[in-house]
């Protein structure tokens, strides 16, 4: 994947405050969490109007980024309902894979 060229797909991001549509570009090559992979993750579905186990997949990436080290902005429950808010972009008709995620941009021995 070059500058140029986006991935096209129905994507929402919550970035910063903000919801922004399309593949936008969050992490730059000198960001901790690209070059030395301090980042957390979890996967999260919707589709046919449920999101199983969304409560879980929250609290999940919390605890992760606690293990890695991680400082998490925000609790479980506000992600559960950024979520929510989010879901509200897409018809309705076509599942979304859901990726509550923290990454790190600056930290360690390092700096």
Known sequence: MT???A?????????????YEGNVAILGPRSHAMWLGTSVFDGARWFEGVAPDLDRHAARVNASAIALGLKPSMSAE???????????KFD????????????????????
Do not use: C, N
């Open 78 to 88: 506000k992600i559960v309902g950024l979520t929510w808010d989010g879901l509200k």
């Open 3 to 5: 500058l140029a060229t």
């Open 92 to 111: 309705g008709k076509t599942a979304v894979y859901i990726r509550p995620m923290y990454w790190a941009e600056h930290g360690g021995y390092m700096g």
């Open 7 to 19: 991935a096209q797909s129905a994507t929402w991001t919550f970035v910063d405050g903000d919801w």
